[in-house]
């Protein structure tokens, strides 16, 4: 059973920066590629970064330049770094878990910048 817990989610000022954790259970974790979506009220889930078992990295256009995704495999451990938060980032951000046969979502953490 996976399960997944992210942290880190608040309420900051535009320009701010807050960094979202994700720790997963089982043994799954570090063979298996990793992703950040959010959702926003009245928009559809977008994805907004990716990292690769290996550590390959894509990002979606809105957040390139001012987020950074990464992974810790010794602690089944994926990150969130925004900076330069901006409203538009405010939403429900998901972890999620990519492996071939399911993806395996957590509960979600709000996010809410202030302009």
């Known amino acids: 059973q996976v399960q997944l817990v992210e942290s880190g989610g608040g309420l900051v000022q535009a320009g701010g920066s807050l960094r979202l954790s994700c720790a997963a259970s089982g043994s799954i974790f570090s063979s298996n590629a990793m992703a950040w979506y959010r959702q926003a009220p009245e928009k559809e889930r977008e994805l907004v970064a990716r990292?690769?078992?290996?550590?390959?990295?894509n990002y979606g256009d809105s957040v390139k330049g001012r987020f950074t995704i990464s992974r810790d495999n010794a602690k089944n451990t994926v990150y969130l770094q925004m900076n330069s938060l901006k409203p538009e980032d405010t939403a429900v951000y998901y972890c999620?878990?990519?492996?071939?046969?399911?993806?395996?979502w957590g509960q979600g953490t709000q996010v809410t910048v202030s302009s």
């Open positions: 990292i690769t078992r290996g550590g390959d990295t």
């Open positions: 999620v878990l990519l492996t071939y046969y399911a993806n395996y």
